[in-house]
């Protein structure tokens, strides 16, 4: 399994994917020095607790999707997924196959959100000391880690249907529908079950929701990828 891993690794670690990622973090090292240069300005440090949290989040799910949902879609097209016939052909069934490669791109983007929980509390530590120590600061980036594969498997249903890039445009933009709903608690309680998201609010309270939806979404990719067409 583990040179299965690599061979997903070394496929997925493209041009494209290594360019994107650096843009990505670049804009995200330059807006943390911002927004933590905006907390000097806070008398209180739980003022600039929040704001610094706050502003970061923000930033951190909308990147995150993004990359999460052109991952998940850049690897499964056709044209970057056509290594298959060689390894099924190797006695390595379908199956096993298709799980090793998602746990190869979950493993890559828990990279990557490290990465960026890292730029988050050095930036911040440098403009202000104790900018980051709230309680709730962990569980919103694994909730957000969790966020971020269901919105993959999202788009991986929609890529693996239609086999086109441009379907990925389609979980981004609902995720995106889905956080300016947030807030909204009556109007759009169905809307916001099949489609969650987090906030600093509600920092501990939707794990099972969206590992159940993560579940139900990696059993329907998994079930149409075994019946796909090579």
């Not at 949290?53 to 997924?81: A, H």
């Not at 990557?112 to 709730?136: A, S």
């Not at 239609?162 to 909204?184: G, V």
């Not at 794990?207 to 079930?223: A, D, E, G, T, V």
Request: aromatic share 22%.
């Amino acid at each position: 399994m583990i040179n299965l891993i690599k061979c997903h690794y070394s496929y997925l670690v493209s041009k494209t994917t290594v360019l994107m990622i650096s843009i990505v973090l670049i804009i995200h090292l330059f807006s943390c020095f911002l927004i933590g240069y905006d907390c000097i300005d806070f008398s209180w440090q739980s003022q600039a607790n929040q704001y610094y949290l706050e502003s970061n989040l923000f930033f951190i799910k909308t990147t995150g999707i993004f990359i999460v949902v052109f991952l998940f879609s850049y690897s499964f097209i056709t044209k970057q997924d056509n290594y298959c016939t060689l390894i099924i052909t190797s006695n390595i069934s379908r199956s096993k196959y298709f799980i090793t490669k998602i746990i190869t791109i979950s493993l890559f983007l828990l990279g990557f959100l490290w990465i960026e929980v890292f730029i988050f509390i050095v930036i911040g530590g440098l403009y202000y000391p104790h900018v980051i120590l709230e309680p709730d600061f962990l569980f919103l980036f694994i909730q957000l880690y969790l966020l971020m594969i269901y919105y993959g498997l999202f788009a991986l249903v929609l890529i693996q249907c239609f086999d086109n890039i441009y379907m990925s445009i389609i979980p981004f933009a609902f995720y995106t529908i889905a956080s300016i709903f947030q807030d909204e608690k009556d109007n759009f309680f169905i809307f916001k079950i099949v489609l969650p998201t987090i906030s600093t609010a509600e920092s501990r309270g939707n794990y099972y929701q969206i590992l159940f939806l993560m579940i139900i979404l990696f059993f329907i990719n998994s079930i149409i990828y075994q019946k796909r067409d090579f």
